[in-house]
């Protein structure tokens, strides 16, 4: 009796030698230098390195708002050339709201300027996600009545709402004090395990780079190169003298 073939998923990100470059006043920086990675439908991919290593630059790229001047990015195969709503971005600062619109308003209001859902339809959807954020008390309350937290966590509801084929989460938590970006990184957990959504997420933390991720992609001080890349752990070993020894592994192949 034959083996049935094993079933090899198809990436849902793939980034093929991506050089990256912006123009200051005086110089022409290189932020990335032919970086490959694929990210698979799913993970929870973490894109970690020193400051200006190049990590925000790529979610940009991805996004579509920089032309990479060499390589490709392609998402479902498609090759990335401008911003869509198959790709979300969620910011670290908190003023990513509409001070003049309610928790619930701003979440529809993505729903209803991209086409993604109208009227009832984008409202109940904004309610849904914001209640997957533990938002449903403040839906109708203003930006300016909530914590850094909790604007952060209406953003994440924001970009999730618009279903998007991946989240771009950059350095999202980097602003909070260090127990409310705990529990944000907790929060964050649970709506994937709860919606198993993909996400791409920017830090320079290696202690949440392997309790937010599944996979790690290390990359060099300035510009970004691949160092490796390399698989987390699972949350049962989280705390563990496993996450010691890989904490203690990725900052040696990061600074030596």
Not at 160 to 168: R, S, T, V
């Amino acid at each position: 009796m034959n083996a049935r073939p094993t079933i090899v998923p198809e990436p849902l990100l793939q980034v093929e030698g991506v050089t990256l470059q912006y123009k200051t006043t005086d110089h022409l920086v290189t932020a990335t230098y032919r970086v490959d990675f694929e990210v698979m439908p799913g993970d929870r991919y973490i894109l970690l390195g020193p400051s200006g290593c190049g990590k925000s630059t790529l979610l940009k790229a991805i996004g579509g708002y920089m032309t990479p001047v060499e390589g490709e990015i392609k998402l479902k195969g498609r090759k990335v050339t401008e911003p869509g709503p198959d790709r979300m971005m969620v910011f670290q600062e908190f003023d990513q709201l509409l001070p003049w619109k309610t928790v619930k308003q701003n979440v529809a209001f993505a729903l209803t300027a991209s086409g993604r859902a109208t009227g009832t339809e984008a409202m109940d959807r904004a309610m849904s996600y914001i209640e997957k954020v533990g938002l449903a008390k403040f839906a109708d309350s203003f930006p300016h009545m909530l914590s850094g937290g909790m604007k952060q966590r209406v953003a994440i509801a924001r970009g999730m709402a618009m279903e998007p084929d991946i989240l771009l989460m950059d350095e999202p938590f980097a602003a909070l004090d260090a127990l409310t970006r705990r529990k944000m990184q907790d929060e964050l957990l649970r709506l994937w395990d709860d919606t198993r959504f993909t996400v791409l997420f920017v830090t320079h933390s290696i202690e949440e780079a392997i309790k937010v991720g599944t996979r790690i992609l290390l990359l060099s001080p300035h510009p970004g190169q691949v160092k490796a890349e390399l698989n987390s752990l699972p949350a049962s070993e989280l705390g563990t003298a496993a996450q010691g020894a890989l904490e203690t592994r990725i900052n040696d192949m990061l600074f030596a």
